[in-house]
């Protein structure tokens, strides 16, 4: 049995469709398992990680999981969610386990690295005795679902940092690997560094959103200051806004094209365009 933690999530839920149509038997945990729809051989599971005591049904005669985690940074003195889903995968006897985590990881001593290299450890400590694989994506493909709201009042989006580049990554690219490393056993150990085949920013990305829905879509650049207003109020403490602002505004990294997703998977990544063509119809058209 897979266990798919974030099972509504942009890659979870690529990945229980995956693992479902291969015959693989999977369990989809969600906070909402009632109102979720999975595809037919995927069991729905109620499992928070907010609520530690809920997740040993969730885990029960697990033999592989995917884990992931939306908490965000610094709202906690520590990653709690992935501490607790690590905690409740040993319990269980969980033998594999991917852990869905960020560019880079832990590496660095800013607070986005110090919470992410803890949240790793909980998973590659070798007390725990899994057999694990790490995902290290850098910014998703899906992110552009967050202009749908603006589009639907207008031809205009405000999005900042536009002209930032970064290579995205398609999330259906990081379920096909992560089903592979669950079901195969072949990439235990591994630390994948991913992103998709091009670099892009942005502005970019929207000019091929609107050759895809036939609109001519524009760019509302965001100011620095209103960006950093706006990552208080979603609740990152100042800590956390000035690192992801130096991350944005002082690094270039990634924006780089790297080879991993081809390796592992003998094909090219997918590209924004295909990602677009694919979700067209989560965006309205007029």
Do not use: C
């Amino acid at each position: 049995m897979i266990l798919v933690t974030g099972a509504t999530g942009h890659v979870g839920s690529e990945l229980v469709r995956r693992l479902a149509a291969a015959g693989e038997p999977v369990r989809a945990m969600t906070r909402r398992p009632a109102k979720a729809r999975f595809p037919v051989g995927a069991k729905a599971v109620y499992g928070d990680a907010a609520d530690p005591e809920s997740l040993a049904a969730a885990f029960a005669g697990v033999d592989g999981a995917f884990l992931m985690s939306a908490q965000p940074v610094g709202t906690a003195l520590e990653p709690t969610h992935d501490l607790a889903l690590a905690a409740a995968a040993e319990r269980a006897g969980v033998r594999r386990v991917v852990k869905l985590s960020t560019l880079d990881g832990g590496t660095g001593d800013d607070p986005i690295a110090r919470w992410q290299r803890t949240a790793e450890a909980a998973v590659t400590d070798p007390a725990r005795g899994f057999s694990w694989t790490l995902l290290r994506p850098g910014r998703f493909m899906s992110n552009a679902l967050q202009w749908a709201g603006q589009l639907r009042t207008g031809d205009e989006v405000a999005i900042p940092f536009a002209d930032r580049p970064a290579a995205s990554i398609d999330p259906a690219d990081l379920a096909e690997i992560a089903a592979l490393a669950l079901s195969t056993g072949e990439h235990a150990g591994a630390v994948h560094e991913l992103s998709g085949p091009q670099s892009l920013t942005p502005t970019e990305e929207l000019a091929i959103l609107g050759e895809v829905l036939d609109r001519d879509l524009r760019i509302r650049p965001v100011p620095t200051d209103a960006a950093r207003a706006g990552m208080a109020r979603y609740g990152f403490p100042p800590e956390v806004v000035d690192a992801i602002m130096r991350r944005t505004l002082d690094d270039d990294r990634g924006s780089e094209v790297l080879p991993t997703v081809e390796k592992v998977l003998g094909r090219p990544a997918r590209t924004f365009a295909q990602w677009t063509r694919a979700h067209a119809a989560e965006f309205p058209r007029v």
